[in-house]
Nanobody, 121 residues
Framework: QVQVVESGGGLVQPGGSLRLSCLAT????????MAWDRQAPGKERELVAV???????NYADSVKGRFIISRDYRKNRVFLQMNSLKREDTAVYYC???????????????WGQGTQVTVSS
């Protein structure tokens, strides 16, 4: 099995920055995509950013130009650099990874438990 664990959440003032980190562990053979999504109170969960195995990235319109997703392929980590944070960015942020494990013949699709990001003065 593959586990995904997020870290780096916290309280930040509007206009500030925060960096989230996510680590995938287990008998990973290959990771295809890694992503971040979020869920704010009373709202549906939404995809924030995704990065594929070839480095292609995609962002939600609401975070374009402010957030940057990056990846450490050797260490099975993904990061989300969040700049110019707004109150509406307040949410629980979840990390996601998919790929294969074991000898590469078993698929996995794993979510983390989430990390809280609060943007408030």
């Amino acid at each position: 099995q593959v586990q995904v664990v997020e870290s780096g959440g916290g309280l930040v003032q509007p206009g500030g920055s925060l960096r989230l980190s996510c680590l995938a562990t287990g008998a990973i053979f290959e990771i295809n995509a890694m992503a971040w999504d979020r869920q704010a109170p009373g709202k549906e969960r939404e995809l924030v950013a995704v990065i594929t195995s070839d480095g292609t990235t995609n962002y939600a319109d609401s975070v374009k130009g402010r957030f940057i997703i990056s990846r450490d392929y050797r260490k099975n980590r993904v990061f989300l650099q969040m700049n110019s944070l707004k109150r509406e960015d307040t949410a629980v942020y979840y990390c996601y990874a998919n790929g294969t494990y074991g000898l590469g013949i078993l698929d996995f699709s794993s979510w983390g438990q989430g990390t809280q990001v609060t943007v408030s003065s």
